[in-house]
T-cell receptor, first 112, second 115 residues
Framework: SQKIEQNSEALNIQEGKTATLTCNYT??????LQWYRQDPGRGPVFLLL?????KEKRKERLKVTFDTTLKQSLFHITASQPADSATYLC???????????FGDGTTLTVKP | GAVVSQHPSRVICKSGTSVKIECRSL??????MFWYRQFPKQSLMLMAT?????????EQGVEKDKFLINHASLTLSTLTVTSAHPEDSSFYIC???????????FGPGTRLLVL
């Protein structure tokens, strides 16, 4: 069955360091993958989308990689700040108009 | 751009009553809207997918007669929780996707508490 796994439920890092979050999937051939940020009591906010034929995408301090051989996406936040503390969700869609399946999320805490 | 609103943000109701939640795409046309529920510290659970002008497609285990979805226009979808019970208390979130067919944009969510 299809499965999406995000690394450790919680990740704690020191301000200024790079946070790296992992999204692994099995039995899936995603057309694209998305990363979202969710704060407590709020809906997810879209951050980045990367397609199956793209290796890397950047947006300001964010970087996403997508390795379809390893079936893995890495999400990096460089120069992390306490304001980056939130839960980060990855979502996969196996067609361009299909529904997305979400991982359980990783809660990042950046300590000052 | 790509703003989705939900109303109400929070609702408390008595057991047995029905509650309607609205989801609007404010600055784009949403050909597809999705409804999710989320329990504390858990991930999003997709309830149903609706395309404008057609019946919603419900996920396995979601009662379509209990969770009525209407997507009458390209900017509005509604979810009605009929005869709500305490176990229906949850965080309900909608998302909308435009004609590009890729990114889903989420609303801020509706917290439902059934007493």
């Amino acid at each position: 069955s299809q499965k999406i796994e995000q690394n450790s439920e919680a990740l704690n890092i020191q301000e200024g360091k790079t946070a790296t979050l992992t999204c692994n999937y099995t039995n899936y051939s995603p057309a694209y993958l998305q990363w979202y940020r969710q704060d407590p009591g709020r809906g997810p906010v879209f951050l980045l989308l990367i397609r199956e034929n793209e290796k890397e995408k950047r947006k300001e301090r964010l970087k996403v990689t997508f390795d379809t051989t390893l079936k893995q996406s890495l999400f990096h936040i460089t120069a992390s700040q306490p304001a980056d503390s939130a839960t980060y969700l990855c979502a996969l869609a196996n067609t361009n108009a299909g529904k997305s399946t979400f991982g359980d999320g990783t809660t990042l805490t950046v300590k000052p | 751009g790509a703003v989705v609103s939900q109303h109400p943000s929070r609702v408390i109701c008595k057991s047995g009553t029905s509650v309607k939640i609205e989801c609007r795409s404010l600055d784009f046309q949403a050909t597809t809207m999705f409804w999710y529920r989320q329990f504390p510290k858990q991930s999003l659970m997709l309830m149903a997918t609706s395309n404008e002008g057609s019946k919603a497609t419900y996920e396995q285990g979601v009662e379509k007669d209990k969770f009525l979805i209407n997507h009458a226009s390209l900017t509005l979808s509604t979810l009605t929780v009929t005869s709500a019970h305490p176990e229906d208390s949850s965080f309900y979130i909608c998302s909308a996707r435009g004609t590009s067919g890729e990114t889903q944009y989420f609303g801020p969510g509706t917290r439902l508490l059934v007493l």
